[in-house]
């Protein structure tokens, strides 16, 4: 299985290449490219030699042994604005798209649209996403339809208003109905919406085919390292989560997102900071192909 995990803040303070090494060296088979975030978008993915650029850093990585996996498309368009290519939004996810699909990634995340109380979010999402639909065809690339959540300030709880709930996330793909759609089903946001991690799985069993593993205490989307054992403050019950993953036939990467995580290091201490990832992740990995009662879930006083 493949143990893979988002590098928007190495890349940011190393650069591609060195970001590569390190999460190799790490002990990460797969980089979940982040296309969003990107202080140096116009010398990237928006420069003239952008898919050289990506085909030369995926030659890079292959010859390390480490592929990239999956991306994730900028998410600065928003409701209201004009939604075509003249946008530079729009056409920001458009090259993130053929970025990716140089970069060898079989699918790119694309965030869905929040919208106001009142109006059908899988109209608006419907008709948002059926415009990139021909563009992953033309790049022969998948998008990755994920469950969010939804706020109506900052310090409220978090909502499932926007495909946050097992349902949401599988209609709004029903109704896309695209061999070009799959689901992304992100862990960490499940837990923020319904605080019961193996029944979203279970309820989105045949809507997802890649997952994104982060901790969180329920209510801010924390993106921390996920403990095994118990917590006081994070909450997932990752031997749950993991037997539910077993149970619906995931067969794809444990993806880690870990931005929060990446942040709390200088970058000299990053190695060991992901090595200690790369160690929590493979350990998931053999709990999920190998499970043995125990394994986690005792709380360390």
């Excluded at 890349?11 to 982040?34: C, H, M, N, P, Q």
């Amino acid at each position: 299985m493949l143990l893979s995990v988002e590098n928007m803040i190495i890349r940011r303070r190393i650069g591609d290449k060195a970001a590569v090494d390190l999460l190799k060296e790490a002990g990460f088979t797969g980089i979940d490219y982040s296309l969003c975030g990107m202080e140096d978008w116009d010398a990237v993915a928006g420069s003239k030699n952008a898919l050289s650029y990506a085909e030369d850093l995926r030659r890079y990585a292959e010859d390390r042994g480490i592929v990239f996996s999956q991306s994730h498309a900028p998410f600065t368009f928003k409701y209201g604005m004009e939604m075509s290519v003249e946008n530079p939004h729009i056409r920001h996810i458009i090259q993130a798209m053929e970025f990716a699909s140089h970069l060898g990634c079989p699918m790119i995340v694309v965030h869905g649209i929040l919208v106001p109380e009142g109006e059908d979010v899988f109209a608006y999402n419907l008709d948002y996403y059926q415009r990139l639909l021909p563009y992953a065809e033309k790049y022969g690339i998948l998008i990755a339809v994920e469950n969010l959540t939804g706020r109506s300030g900052r310090y409220t709880p978090p909502t499932p208003r926007l495909f946050g709930s097992p349902e949401a996330f599988c209609h709004i793909q029903d109704l896309l109905d695209s061999p070009r759609i799959c689901g992304c089903l992100d862990l960490g946001h499940a837990n923020m919406t319904f605080h019961d991690v193996p029944g979203f799985i279970r309820g989105s069993k045949g809507h997802f085919r890649y997952v994104h593993i982060h901790d969180n205490d329920g209510l801010q989307d924390l993106h921390e390292l996920p403990v095994l054992n118990e917590s006081d403050d994070l909450i997932i019950h990752w031997d749950e989560a993991l037997a539910a993953l077993r149970e619906v036939g995931y067969d794809g990467a444990m993806n880690l997102e870990l931005v929060r995580y990446m942040k709390r290091f200088p970058t000299e201490h990053l190695p060991c900071a992901m090595r200690l990832a790369a160690l929590t992740g493979q350990m998931m990995i053999e709990e999920f192909t190998n499970p043995r009662p125990g394994r986690f879930g005792k709380k360390i006083r």
